[in-house]
Structures are given as structure tokens and as C-alpha cells.
């Protein structure tokens, strides 16, 4: 399977660069769009129709492609299975449904397209519990069914975030393509780094997504109080762009280290802590620092591990967590840049308010905060 990565500036060079393609002989039956939102998404839906080209793809909070990332682009990885081997969907969240039902749904139309499914999913929509996405694939697919992708960003402003396929738009509810893992096979891991200091806390009250108690008192309080932010809500604006970060939950289970969890933004008048997945009342946690730069080394040689025994891929594919870029900075590039090494093939992504992958040694995939999440796709001949 051939694949070629792109990037560029505008819609209009985006579009000028795919037409290089065809123009060459190439003929891409599928197409891998991530956009920064301010472009003009319904022209390049209507450019892959014209084409014949399936499309599927979300806005960010940064692009990446190749060896870097990047503001204010659109990446795209071209690509020619046989359509035989993928279907794409889009599925819109009604009030008649919660999250969970929709997905499960979605599950069952799933289990009936392929014999063996994998799921690469990009889910919009600011207030939606993309951890609902993972939740209800469990409930219909194996647990080994591979799930892969993330939650669509808008460059950190938290107001509205999109998803699309070639059939159309997307605000609240998510994109999917189904790949059959008989001809195309997917593979990934999702690497951290952010390590939960001091005591466990006790989450008293909550609701799917958001902390209402820490340990019998108000959450927002709590973790104020905690890091000794007095000043807070003085700079709401910055505080909250930095939260993702710098103050993770690390949430433990019996077994040690299960899953991270973000804070998103609060929620003052109820006092609550709004996180990007589920948490249940009951489960315990600690608060995290943000890592030192190892940790970016760590990372690769995490991946370079991995890819011992998973060295074959026609495309890789980095969902990095938002947070990430806003820790690291521009040295961010370095992880990037290391890990299109070690495969050295056609490589794009983006970072994300949330990533769909799987820690070293799970059987399940599972919905993450602050992860650097791989996955690859390698035809099967």
C-alpha cells in the first residue's frame, strides 16, 4: 500500500499538493486530513468528492508531519487500499441517546462489516466524554480489538472542535473507519511519562467526567489548595490553558499505575473538576508535576522498543496530547523527529485533547490524557 505524507500552509496548497499526486499517476482511494480549524474544511470535503477519494480527518492544536510538527497547517497521508478493506462512518450524538448508546450501536454495525474490525476513531465536540467511545466498543467488539485515534482540538481555546469524513461535518459526535484486519493490519502503543507524586487521594463525588469531591471536600478547593494557587482566578484564561499539563491525575488501581486523566477547565459555581475522560466515585489518584525533558528520550526509546517486533508499516500515524506541546515546547520536535526514525516511513498526526491507544502490555485500548499514542497501518499481501 502506498502512502505519502503532506503539509501545507493554506486549503489552497493543501488541495494544490494532492493534485501533484494524482497528476503523478498516483491514485489514492483514501485520505487522512488534520487541519488547524480556520481552514476551509467544506472545501476540502468537497475537493475529495470530486476526486472519488474517501475522506476522514478533525481540527487540532497543532499539525504534525514527518520529522516536525507545526501551527496553523493541514497534513494529510494519502493512501490506495482496496476499498474492499476500509469503510468509513459518521455518527452524530441526539438527545434520545447517551454517549454510551450511540457508540455501542456503532459497535454492533462494526461487528457486522468486518469478520475481525479495528477502529481508528477522531471524536468532536467540547463537552462529550470521549472515554465513552472506548467504553461502548467493549461492550460489542473482543477486548483485543485494536481501537486507535483521539479527541479532535481547537488550538486550545475550548469553544468548538470538528470531525469529517467525505460525507460531511461533524461538531458533536465522531468519525470512524473500520478496517479489516485481514487485509490492513493495525498496530500501535501510547507512551506517558507524567509520574503522580505524594499521597493518594480519594475521588468522594463525581459524575462521568467531572470531580465534584476530593477526599469529602470541594474538588476545585481541594486542588487549589493543593498547589498553593491563590491567584487562580486572577488569570483564569492561563491557568486553564495549563492545566492539561501541569496537573494531571495519575489514577491507580490495585495493580499500581492505570490511566491518566487531564483537567480540562472547572467549573465555579459547582466547584467541580472537569476532566477529558471518565473517573469513577471510589477511585483513587495523585496529583502529577510536569515531567523533566528524559522523559522525551524515554519516550523514544519506548517506541524503538515496541518496534522490535513491530518494525513493518506502509503508515505511522502520532496522536500527541495537547499537553505535551504545551510541557515541552518547541523541544516537543525532538520526540517527533525521533520517532519518524525509527520507521522512516510516511508519517503525519496531530495533538489532541485526548488519544485513543494502548500502554505497553494492556490487551484493551483505552481512552488517555498526556500520551505520545502510535499507530501504524501495514497491508497485507
Keep these: 500500500m502506498k502512502s505519502k505524507a503532506l503539509k ?7 488541495i494544490s499538493q494532492i493534485k501533484d499526486q494524482l497528476n503523478s499517476g498516483f491514485k489514492p482511494s483514501l485520505s487522512f486530513v488534520f487541519c488547524n480549524p480556520d481552514h476551509d474544511i467544506q472545501t476540502i470535503i468537497d475537493f475529495h468528492k470530486q476526486q472519488n477519494i474517501q475522506l476522514i480527518g478533525c481540527t487540532t492544536s497543532g499539525e504534525i508531519c514527518m520529522n516536525d ?35 455501542v450501536g456503532f459497535g454492533q454495525e462494526a461487528a457486522k462489516t468486518f469478520n475481525t474490525p479495528s477502529i ?51 461538531d458533536d459526535g465522531f468519525v470512524s473507519i473500520i478496517l479489516d484486519d485481514a487485509k490492513i493490519k493495525v498496530q500501535g502503543l501510547a507512551v506517558s511519562g507524567w509520574t503522580g507524586m505524594g499521597n493518594s487521594n480519594v475521588i468522594t463525588k463525581a459524575k462521568d467526567n467531572v470531580i465534584y469531591e476530593i477526599n469529602d471536600e470541594p474538588a476545585l ?58 473517573v469513577e466515585e471510589g477511585e483513587t489518584f495523585r496529583f502529577c508535576l510536569p515531567p523533566s525533558i528524559e522523559v522525551l528520550d524515554q519516550s523514544i526509546q519506548n517506541f524503538k522498543e515496541y518496534s522490535t517486533n513491530n518494525n513493518e508499516a506502509d503508515a505511522v ?4 496530547c495537547m499537553a505535551r506541546k504545551q510541557v515541552f515546547g518547541p523541544l516537543i520536535s525532538h520526540e517527533v523527529n525521533g520517532i519518524q526514525k525509527i520507521w522512516n516511513k510516511p508519517l503525519i ?26 499507530f501504524t497501518l501495514k497491508e497485507i499481501v
Design 349 to 374: 498526526g496531530f495533538f489532541a485533547y485526548g488519544e485513543i491507544g494502548k500502554i505497553s502490555n494492556e490487551v484493551h485500548c483505552d481512552f488517555h490524557n498526556c500520551t505520545s499514542n502510535l
Design 8 to 14: 501545507a500552509r493554506s486549503t489552497e496548497e493543501l
Design 221 to 278: 478547593e481541594y486542588f487549589l489548595k493543593h498547589f498553593g494557587l491563590n491567584d487562580f482566578y486572577k488569570n483564569g484564561a492561563s491557568n486553564t490553558m495549563a492545566m492539561p499539563g501541569n496537573y494531571p491525575l495519575e489514577m491507580v488501581n490495585e495493580q499500581g499505575f492505570q490511566r491518566l486523566r487531564s483537567i480540562m477547565n472547572y467549573d465555579r459555581d459547582e466547584g467541580g473538576l472537569i476532566l477529558a475522560g471518565t
Design 69 to 103: 510538527n507545526f501551527e496553523n497547517h493541514a497534513v494529510a497521508m494519502l493512501m490506495n487500499p482496496n476499498f474492499e478493506a476500509f469503510r468509513i462512518m459518521q455518527n452524530s450524538y441526539d438527545k434520545q441517546q447517551t454517549e454510551k448508546q450511540t457508540v
Design 120 to 170: 481508528i476513531f477522531f471524536g468532536s465536540g467540547i463537552k462529550r466524554n470521549h472515554a465513552k467511545l472506548v467504553e461502548g466498543i467493549r461492550e460489542t467488539l473482543p477486548a483485543e480489538t485494536q481501537v486507535y485515534g483521539g479527541a479532535a482540538g481547537d488550538d486550545g481555546y475550548f469553544k468548538k472542535t470538528i470531525s469529517f469524513t467525505h460525507m460531511g461535518i461533524i
Design 317 to 320: 500515524f502520532l496522536i500527541s
